[in-house]
């Protein structure tokens, strides 16, 4: 791989992670703020924010052959 698409590939990874990072603080400011009718505990609740998140903002890569 050269260096010009490793930093490519660096760069996307940060970007990435920077989205999950900022859908995740925006899924708990918005139950801050709406409260929380589920009976579940605030550590679950944050362990679903961040699972929400990262569904959300990653992308899938699919590896395979193409069929003709």
């Known amino acids: 791989m050269n260096l010009l698409a490793q930093a490519q590939e660096l ?6 992670d920077e989205a999950v990072q900022q859908d995740f603080e925006q899924r708990r400011a918005c139950r801050a703020l709406l409260g929380s009718p589920a009976p579940l505990s605030e550590a679950i609740l944050v362990e679903l924010d961040w699972i929400e998140a990262l569904a959300t903002c990653r992308q899938t ?8």
């Open 61 to 68: 890569q699919a590896v395979g052959r193409f069929a003709f």
């Open 11 to 16: 760069a996307r990874c940060f970007n990435e």
